[in-house]
């Protein structure tokens, strides 16, 4: 079966601290991955996509198939990066996108 | 250009009832997907639309359905509400249905059942 799973519910850190969100995934074959993210009061956007190897924001994210991870990583968080924080899978020729149940990410000054 | 259009923006009905939810995409879009967004269960695919025809379902029950229209924009409906169905309720739309490129979401109409 398809999942994602984010172990954690909330991260904090502190500003100029490095996070990372973990993101690991059940797929059989080679799947797309995703992270958006949903700052309060806006709608869910996008982050990052594997495929395109970008970073933004200052985010990055590798995709391991060994381990079946695409965790996401920032060396110096900032209290603007606070917000839910998405993993997403798409599998074979399907359209939908299966999230995982998402990780607060708070930056404490 | 104009984003993901979702209305209403907020809802209330009573169990038993039926409602319906309005998207309209990006201009050129022509995938749509909706979502159920609850506290407990997170982000659950409804179904998606592709040039007026489902291509893919959730695992939703037979009350929840929906269409697309020639313009692109899509309906989806729910009959027989149940206190359940409370929920934020989330349309996507993306350029040629490939995923890859990644969807636009709109900001949801939320539900509340009474």
């Known amino acids: 079966a398809q999942r994602v799973t984010q172990p954690e519910k909330l991260l904090s850190v502190f500003k100029g601290a490095p996070v990372e969100l973990k993101c690991n995934y059940s797929?059989?074959?080679?799947?797309?991955l995703f992270w958006y993210v949903q700052y309060s009061r806006q709608r869910l956007q996008l982050l990052l996509r594997h495929i395109s190897r970008e970073s933004i924001k200052g985010f990055t994210a590798d995709l391991n198939k060994g381990e079946t991870s695409f965790h996401l990583k920032k060396p110096f968080a900032q209290e603007e990066d606070s917000a839910m924080y998405y993993c997403?899978?798409?599998?074979?020729?399907?359209?939908?996108?299966?999230f995982g149940k998402g990780t607060k990410l708070s930056v404490k000054p | 250009k104009a984003g993901v259009t979702q209305t209403p923006r907020y809802l209330i009905k009573t169990r038993g009832q039926q409602v319906t939810l309005s998207c309209s995409p990006i201009?050129?879009?022509?995938?749509v997907s909706w979502y159920q967004q609850t506290p407990g269960q997170g982000l659950q695919f409804l179904f998606e639309y592709f040039s007026e025809t489902q291509r893919n379902k959730g695992n939703f029950p037979g009350r929840f359905s929906g269409r697309q229209f020639s313009n692109s924009r899509s309906e989806m409906n729910v009959s027989t509400l149940e206190l359940g169905d409370s929920a934020l309720y989330l349309c996507?739309?993306?350029?040629?249905?490939?995923?890859?490129?990644?969807?636009?979401f709109g900001s949801g109409t939320r539900l509340t059942v009474v």
């Open positions: 201009s050129g879009h022509r995938s």
């Open positions: 797929y059989s074959g080679s799947p797309e």
């Open positions: 996507a739309s993306s350029l040629a249905g490939s995923g890859t490129v990644g969807y636009t």
């Open positions: 997403a899978l798409r599998g074979g020729s399907q359209g939908n996108l299966i």
